[in-house]
């Protein structure tokens, strides 16, 4: 394995989106500062999408402008079509996401449409970024299993995944939505996928339902890929997979590549700040392993020191 791995944080929009708790865009700029301070330096920050649909992405303009002056970091928004490229590209994007499902259950529950229509409804967004000098990342949900459809064929996945790399997409994110993979299935889906396209421009975006994320991951490092979707605090879910955690937790990937000698750039104690600020503001603990581990260890060594200090003024 290699001595680095690239984290893209996804907790600003794919955790936030899912939260029935409505954040500011004042604090979701403030949660995005502190990430890129404890040195992620790619982040997903909003979604063009219809406030009506997901209210929570509301204002990703403002949020988007308001992190501009970050110029060592790179921002990622999503975008579903030409009008909403057209609304981020008014923004300041200079990085968008596209996305499909490898299912058609879910292609239709989630935006309503085929797969190949989403396909056609993006097509003019890669052919107009192309010419703007727009880099577009393409996201395959449900590539381990679907709600609706059940087990998902490694060649449909394989079969979209080319479709998204030949119209352009520099990177192509592979998504367990739901969280059902284990490691044996995400390696054959993984070999699956990089017969066309070169691990290196493949990503693993694996949430945690069935506590198979880190798992899959390592599964996924053997087989070279090297870059890993994550969500500060585990934050989000998935509205169609009742039970559905959200994106594994950041902390938990870094404390898992740091362990093995992995190089991330992420400084931990920041990233664990980061998460605690939104975890006040959304009114939970974290769902992250390590964060609930790291949090409870400096309790302890809180209520000691206050212990001892007492104790010395006697």
């Not at 559905?244 to 920041?270: F, P, S």
Request: hydrophobic residues 45%.
């Amino acid at each position: 394995m290699s001595d680095k791995v690239r984290i893209i944080e996804m907790g600003p929009r794919d955790g936030l989106q899912n939260e029935k708790t409505a954040v500011s865009v004042e604090a979701r700029i403030a949660f995005i500062e502190a990430l890129v301070a404890a040195g992620l330096n790619t982040v997903e920050v909003g979604a063009f999408v219809s406030p009506k649909a997901i209210p929570q992405m509301a204002s990703s303009d403002a949020v988007l402008r308001g992190v501009s002056h970050l110029t060592s970091a790179e921002f990622h928004v999503l975008v579903p079509n030409e009008k909403g490229y057209d609304a981020a590209c008014a923004a300041g994007a200079k990085m968008v996401s596209v996305f499909a499902a490898a299912s058609e259950g879910f292609s239709r529950a989630n935006i309503n449409c085929t797969v190949a229509e989403s396909i056609e409804r993006f097509k003019p967004v890669l052919a107009r970024a192309r010419v703007d000098g727009v880099k577009v990342r393409g996201y395959i949900s449900c590539v381990l299993g679907c709600p609706f459809d059940g087990e998902i064929k490694p060649k449909a996945v394989a079969d979209l995944a080319t479709t998204l790399w030949e119209l352009g997409c520099y990177e192509i994110s592979l998504g367990d939505t739901i969280g059902v993979g284990t490691p044996a299935k995400a390696k054959e889906m993984l070999r699956a996928v990089s017969a066309n396209i070169p691990s290196a421009n493949l990503a693993m975006h694996f949430h945690d339902t069935y506590g198979q994320a880190l798992a899959n991951l390592y599964a996924g490092l053997e087989e070279g890929v090297r870059v890993i979707d994550a969500a500060a605090g585990g934050l989000g879910g998935c509205p169609y997979a009742p039970g559905a955690t959200g994106n594994v937790a950041t902390e938990d990937v870094v404390y898992m590549l740091g362990g093995m000698g992995i190089r991330t750039g992420v400084d931990m104690d920041r990233l664990l700040a980061a998460t605690n600020e939104m975890s006040g503001v959304l009114g939970k603990p974290p769902v992250s392993r390590v964060a609930s581990a790291l949090n409870a260890k400096r309790k302890r060594a809180s209520s000691s020191f206050s212990v001892i200090a007492s104790a010395a003024k006697q």
